[in-house]
């Protein structure tokens, strides 16, 4: 009999606080089954493994994410809202960043929230179809760069990291312009 309280969805959700203790990796069915008193085989019940709870994580994560830079206006504050999201669900954010499984359409919908987003501020800089694949992942990698670093205490140089953050985003608008089009057809 399941346990009252017990559900899929309790398990993932509580699988995302979980994760954003103690690392994605970290992140175990043990853990987990703990956190709820019981054994780890009473979570298949409810969830189908460890790569399944780590998929509906990764979906609450990208759920997340896209409600915080949905709730900014402008490039800037969307890669603000992008920084300090990963920065609280630490967790949550490292499981957003595997690309969708092929045919799961609940992830593929969630990623696509960001993406939508994502494809707004591009379109601010003139970039759409193969400049904006690439001008998507200029953006992620930048910010994921510098979050990851951030996060990883990689800035011991004496210069307020909220100063180079913004010169960061400087560049990036820069270098997005630059990924545009020219009016002649390149």
Do not use: C, Q
């Amino acid at each position: 009999m399941p346990r009252a309280g017990l559900s899929g969805p309790a398990v993932i959700a509580e699988a995302a606080l979980l994760a954003d203790e103690v690392g994605l990796d970290h992140l175990t069915l043990a853990a987990l089954a703990a956190r709820f008193g019981v054994a780890v085989p009473s979570l298949y019940k409810h969830v189908d493994g460890l790569e399944a709870v780590r998929r509906g994580v990764a979906i609450i994560g990208l759920r997340g994410l896209r409600d915080a830079m949905a709730a900014s206006e402008g490039y800037r504050a969307v890669a603000h809202a992008y920084r300090d999201w990963a920065h609280t669900h630490p967790g949550r954010y490292a499981a957003t960043l595997r690309a969708v499984p092929a045919g799961d359409a609940e992830y593929e919908a969630a990623a696509m929230g960001v993406l939508t987003l994502v494809n707004v501020v591009l379109a601010r800089h003139g970039l759409d179809g193969p400049a904006a694949i690439d001008g998507a992942r200029l953006l992620r990698a930048t910010l994921h760069g510098f979050v990851s670093l951030e996060a990883a205490g990689g800035f011991g140089m004496p210069r307020d990291v909220d100063a180079s953050f913004d010169r960061l985003l400087d560049a990036l608008a820069a270098g997005l312009d630059a990924l545009a089009p020219d009016e002649v057809g390149v």
